[in-house]
């Protein structure tokens, strides 16, 4: 079996049983105030780790190129309260542009 | 009445993101079939994305399998709240736990009353899992015709829909900073480890961050 099929495989069922699991347990396991604020912390980080990956490296390299422009006008996007399809229409328009007249 | 119009306008706008989702996953080298059945099944649109991403940048499946999980978790946090709510029993707490995602999570606890709250879950649920997995294979048909991804924008398709995921949730000073220590911690790594590592070492700074 090649490796995107047990990727495809192993991460769903890892994420179904998160999200079964949740139904299942009752509320006072999860209702401490240190359990919280980590599991709140664990998306903020993953997410903005992954941003900066995905915008600045290439494999193992550091680089800079039009991703970062479109990712700019992400966050301006946001900041600008433009709705959620514009945000990202304008990211994927700004990084084509600037990768096509190699800005 | 609005609060299942409502709910279904969530899911056809979140849904859309869907094509995004096909076209970055068969960019990124996954078949047809693997980009349709990551939606039907994973269906969680950051593990997605992560997943694809890192496996395409030629990381580690350890790598790539663990950040979609941890991604995932909080997916469980909402359903310990959902199940409080929807007091389901047997295949019905099936079908809500696939559906346990921020969009039906936040439509549910957005509502003033219980039977809302009930029928903004379902139809947000449901409405973004079918307007989701159409889009993914339609993205998916589409991008097998676009050739390069960067020429199209693709590469920046999923960073920068985690930056609209990410935003909201940085209203807090200690976030902004976590926020900003995770992305400074995962690039100085880079070099270092093998790609799609750096990324799960900053569940460390979120424990360091909530542990007070």
Known sequence: MSTNWIVVIATSLAAFSLKYLGHLIPASYIEKPRVERITQFIPIVLLS??????????????????????????????????????????AMATSAICYRYRI | ???????????????????????????????????????????????????????????????????????GTRNGLYGIRMAALLNNRGWRKILAAQITIDESTGMAIAQSDEPSAKTAFWYTGFGV????NLFTLLGALGAKSLGNAAAWGLDVASPAIFVAVLMPRLAARSARLAALCAAVWALSLTHFLPVGTPILTTVVIAVIAGWR
Request: aromatic letters at 10%; proline letters at 3%; a positive charge.
């Open chain 2, 129 to 132: 899992y079918f307007f989701w």
């Open chain 1, 49 to 90: 780790g992954l941003i900066a990956m995905q915008t600045f490296t290439d494999k193992t390299k550091l680089m800079v190129d039009h991703r970062a422009a479109g990712i700019a006008i992400a966050f301006a996007g946001v900041i600008a309260k433009l709705p959620f399809p514009a945000v990202i229409i304008g």
């Open chain 2, 1 to 71: 009445m609005s609060v299942k119009r409502d709910s279904i306008a969530v899911g056809v706008a979140v849904g859309a993101a869907g094509a995004a989702f096909g076209a970055v996953s068969v960019s990124d080298h996954f078949s047809i079939l693997q980009t349709c059945l990551l939606s039907l099944v994973l269906f969680s649109g950051a593990s997605q994305f992560a997943l694809v991403g890192i496996i395409g940048n030629g990381g580690s499946p350890l790598g790539a399998i663990a950040t979609g999980a941890f991604l």
